[in-house]
């Protein structure tokens, strides 16, 4: 027999797990299965076309992604191993301040500020178009892209 607390834990995760299941390993295991079929037959040929010769875009979008997300570790290692040990070991004055600004990333996802920025500042942002405009360009006076903002 359970007792109260273990029943209390198990009620807990039921829940979580079919919420695991049904949104994230199910439609995982359904676009790895879609991947591998070209016309409801199975083929590899959605890879080939991915990472083929002329889809040199693909590639560059793909080593891209994983550039990006390799910094980003290593950039929150060195920034966030500190922090942690100062945080925890240390008590100042603004300590739950710097704290909350420290999970900031965590509440706002990258993809939301690269948006934000494309939107501001791509080529049909609002601030090369209001230069734009304002000057009467021809043509966007700069607008940002890729890793590198180019």
Same mark, same amino acid.
């Given at each position: 027999m359970l007792n109260a =607390?273990?029943?209390?834990?198990?009620?807990?995760?039921? @829940?979580?797990?079919?919420? &695991? /299941?049904? #949104?994230? /390993? #199910? @439609?995982? +295991? =359904?676009? +790895? /299965?879609?991947?591998?079929?070209?016309?409801?037959?199975?083929? &590899? %040929?959605?890879? %080939?076309?991915?990472?083929? $010769?002329?889809? $040199?875009?693909? +590639?560059? $979008? &793909?080593?891209?992604?994983? #550039?990006?997300? /390799?910094?980003?570790v290593l950039f929150s290692a060195l920034i966030g191993i500190p922090l942690a040990f100062i945080f925890t070991r240390y008590n100042f004055p603004g300590r739950q301040f710097f704290s909350n600004i420290a999970i900031m990333p965590i509440v706002l996802p990258s993809l939301v500020g690269v948006m934000a920025f494309m939107f501001l500042y791509g080529e049909a942002g609002l601030v090369p178009n209001a230069i734009k405009d304002l000057f009467n360009l021809s043509k966007v006076p700069f607008s940002i892209g890729g890793v590198s903002g180019y």
């Open positions: =607390e273990r029943r209390r834990t198990l009620y807990l995760l039921i @829940p979580v797990l079919i919420i &695991l /299941l049904g #949104y994230v /390993l #199910y @439609p995982t +295991f =359904e676009t +790895f /299965l879609e991947s591998i079929r070209k016309n409801g037959v199975f083929s &590899l %040929q959605n890879y %080939q076309d991915f990472f083929g $010769a002329k889809s $040199a875009a693909n +590639f560059e $979008a &793909l080593w891209n992604s994983v #550039y990006i997300s /390799l910094l980003s």
